[in-house]
Every structure is written in structure tokens, then in C-alpha cells.
Nanobody
Framework: EVQLVESGGGVVQAGGSLRLSCIGSGLSFRDYAIGWFRQAPGKGREAVSLISGKTDSTYYINSVEGRFTVSRDNAKSTAYLQMDSLKPEDTAIYYC???????????????WGRGTQVSVSS
């Protein structure tokens, strides 16, 4: 059974930092791209950052470019999202997901974690 488990969310003041982790099991982790998505109340789910399986190519949505850093450790089947200079508009539930495709569309992702809440106060 494939499982993805996120951790590291919490409540932080604007300008603060959080580091999210996503641990995978039941799959060949290195064979999948990792997508970090978020969903704010009343909004759709959006791809925040991607990292490829083997080449470490990355993608960031414009609103987080320069503030967030995605990485992965395939030996530990773990992906990370370092979030710095957080803003209130970053408040959302953050999910990790895996795909064999390089895609910003949630429909292309096969497996999802349950999410971790990030709340940024002003």
C-alpha cells in the first residue's frame, strides 16, 4: 500500500519559516516526481512546487519563488519544502503527491498525503 505522510505544519507569524516533510512508503520513491500542493479555504488546489524524481529539476509557482525551496532525499524516501518569509496568503493545507508525469495538474497525481495545516498570522 502506498502511503505519503506530511508533517511540519503549524502556526507561524508573518516572516517566519516552516519546513514540511513528506515521507513515502510502498513505492519506488525515486521513480516519481513530487508535487507540493496547497488549498486555502474557498479556493482550489494549486501546485506550489515540484521536484523531479532523478534529475532534481524544480518548479515553483510565481508567488513562492525565492521564498520556498523544494528538495528530496531518495535514500530516505522523503521530500521537503522549506518555506521562508511566510506571508498570511500562504495559509492553507499543504499536500504532497506523487506522479510519473511532470505536471502542475492535480489530476495527474496518483497518490496523495492527508495534508498538513500551515497558518501564517499577520
Amino acid at each position: 500500500e502506498v502511503q505519503l505522510v506530511e508533517s511540519g505544519g503549524g502556526v507561524v507569524q508573518a516572516g517566519g519559516s516552516l519546513r514540511l516533510s513528506c515521507i513515502g512508503s510502498g513505492l519506488s520513491f525515486r521513480d516519481y516526481a513530487i508535487g507540493w500542493f496547497r488549498q486555502a479555504p474557498g479556493k482550489g488546489r494549486e501546485a506550489v512546487s515540484l521536484i523531479s524524481g532523478k534529475t532534481d529539476s524544480t518548479y515553483y509557482i510565481n508567488s513562492v519563488e525565492g521564498r520556498f525551496t523544494v528538495s528530496r532525499d531518495n535514500a530516505k524516501s522523503t521530500a521537503y519544502l522549506q518555506m521562508d518569509s511566510l506571508k498570511p496568503e500562504d495559509t492553507a493545507i499543504y499536500y504532497c503527491a506523487v506522479s510519473r508525469l511532470w505536471s502542475v495538474y492535480s489530476r495527474d497525481y496518483n497518490y496523495w498525503g492527508r495534508g498538513t495545516q500551515v497558518s501564517v498570522s499577520s
